[in-house]
């Protein structure tokens, strides 16, 4: 399992130990210092994407949780999978990993769960607190096994946009952050349909479009650049939306 991060931090220190011992020289130690600034502010960057994100009392989740983006897929497999209860629906799970996988709804249940009351905050300026409850996509990924060259996760949706699913991606800190769920529920009921059934990512250090509603696929890859127009999602290709949309 590659736990970048920790590799960084660890690589961060190496490098700040080396420019103690060659630090003799005025001039040296001046550049010394910043970088020392350099690295200490890196490394606190880094330490700073596993802070979790704030979570709240049952009475403070919003009255309705207000959808956005798409509300219904409605397209003829989508109706169906609703139709069928979602009984016919599978994560496929696949790219850069040692054991693809196939997972069923009652399966995603079966796994340790995870039950976290957050905010979501989308770039158009609003926000809903609401209950959510699943795996940690960590518990998927080791399941499928990571081969090493993997360094995003790419999610692809039910929905379509001019004829082309929804996608977006995370690098390895927020797939392996421990808010980082797919989400069968939202305040302890399955999800509806507007808020993206059967199964939603949820990372909650990130803005609310990368949160990708509608789950079908999750695939590891060791670059952007295959993934549709190469910014990593759907709106960071087509609008001016940063893929890091960390909050
Ligand atoms: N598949 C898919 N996921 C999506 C979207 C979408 O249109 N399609 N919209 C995104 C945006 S912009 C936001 S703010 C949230 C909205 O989630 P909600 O509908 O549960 O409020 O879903 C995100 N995930
Ligand atoms: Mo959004």
């Known amino acids: 399992m590659i736990l970048t991060r920790r590799s960084l931090v660890i690589g961060g220190a190496a490098l700040l130990a080396g420019c103690d011992r060659i630090a003799v020289i005025p001039e040296a130690r001046a550049i ?19 802070r979790l994100a704030p979570e709240f009392d049952p009475n403070q989740r919003s009255r309705v949780f207000r959808p956005n983006g798409t509300r219904n897929p409605g397209t003829p497999a989508y109706n169906a999978l609703v139709e ?22 009652p399966q995603i249940r079966a796994l ?11 770039v158009e300026g609003w926000s809903a607190i609401g209950g959510w409850t ?6 998927v990924l080791e399941a499928a096994g990571l081969r090493d060259a993997a360094r995003f996760i790419v999610f692809t949706c039910a929905d379509l946009y001019g004829g082309e699913p929804y996608y977006e991606s995370i690098d390895l800190v927020d797939a392996f952050h421990p808010q ?62 940063d893929w890091y949309a960390g909050i």
């Open 32 to 50: 010394l210092f910043k970088g020392e600034d350099i690295h200490r502010g890196l490394q606190r960057a880094l330490m700073d994407r596993d």
């Open 84 to 105: 069928g209860q979602f009984a016919d629906w599978r994560l496929q799970v696949g790219g850069l990993v040692t054991h693809p996988l196939s997972i069923s709804l």
């Open 112 to 122: 340790p769960q995870r039950r976290q009351i957050t905010r979501h905050d989308c």
């Open 134 to 139: 699943g795996p940690t996509l960590r518990t």
């Open 180 to 241: 980082t769920i797919l989400a069968w529920a939202l305040n302890d009921q399955p999800l509806p349909v507007m808020n993206g059934a059967p199964l939603r990512l949820r990372v909650e250090r990130q803005l609310g479009y990368k949160h990708a509603k509608y789950l079908m696929r999750v695939d590891a890859v060791s670059s952007l650049a295959g993934v549709g127009l190469g910014k990593g999602g759907y709106w960071e290709d087509r609008v001016d939306y």
